[in-house]
């Protein structure tokens, strides 16, 4: 799995763990795990991911404490 895709799909799953504690639900059709998030939202995620990186508004971290929901 790429950088790109890794930051994404963390950041996807810690948005959908921690929307209710921040007083927002997302909508049940949209809430799915990574795995079956559909290939133009990954695409549109991974792109925007690397954008960052390119541009070192983000940098990867370390993977030794990276967790998966999904």
Same mark, same amino acid.
């Given at each position: 799995? +790429?950088?790109?895709?890794?930051?994404?799909? $963390?950041?996807?799953?810690?948005?959908?763990?921690?929307?209710? +504690?921040?007083?927002?639900?997302? $909508?049940?059709? +949209? $809430?799915?795990?990574?795995?079956?998030?559909?290939?133009?939202?990954?695409?549109?995620?991974?792109?925007?991911?690397? $954008?960052?990186?390119?541009?070192?508004?983000?940098?990867?971290?370390?993977? +030794?404490?990276?967790?998966?929901?999904?």
């Amino acid at each position: 799995m +790429s950088t790109p895709e890794r930051i994404a799909q $963390r950041f996807h799953e810690a948005y959908e763990d921690l929307a209710p +504690s921040h007083g927002y639900e997302t $909508r049940e059709a +949209s $809430r799915k795990p990574w795995a079956d998030v559909p290939e133009q939202n990954k695409n549109l995620m991974i792109a925007v991911v690397a $954008r960052l990186l390119e541009e070192g508004v983000v940098r990867p971290g370390d993977d +030794s404490k990276e967790t998966t929901n999904g």
